[in-house]
Nanobody, 126 residues
């Protein structure tokens, strides 16, 4: 069982930045494709970004392209989501997810992920 712990959420003004972190408990972290998702009140969960095992391949939702960057640090066993130029519509609970993957492709669809974190709240004020 892989446990994921997110951190870095908070309250920020529009135009500001936040960096979310996700630390899996699994030592074979490099065997997993990772993703960030978000869910706003009354809305369905949506994909924000995804990254392959090696970090060479990434995927971004159109709504965050050019503003968010997903990355992973194998030495620190951590996945990051750098969020810049935040907008009020980015307000949501953000979730980290992991799925064992044998190829180096990204997984953009939430239903294909096996393990989920508890979520961290991001609130962007106007």
């Amino acid at each position: 069982q892989v446990q994921l712990v997110e951190s870095g959420g908070g309250l920020v003004q529009a135009g500001g930045s936040l960096r979310l972190s996700c630390a899996p408990s699994e030592r074979t972290f490099t065997s997993y494709a990772m993703g960030w998702f978000r869910q706003a009140p009354g809305k369905e969960r949506e994909t924000v970004a995804a990254i392959s095992r090696s970090g060479s391949n990434t995927y971004y939702a159109d709504s965050v392209k050019g503003r968010f960057t997903i990355s992973r640090d194998g030495a620190k066993n951590t996945v990051y989501l750098q969020m810049n130029s935040l907008k009020p519509e980015d307000t949501a609970v953000y979730y980290c997810a992991a799925a064992r993957k044998y190829s180096d492709s990204v997984i953009p669809v939430s239903r294909d992920y096996t393990y989920w974190g508890q979520g961290t709240q991001v609130t962007v004020s106007s």
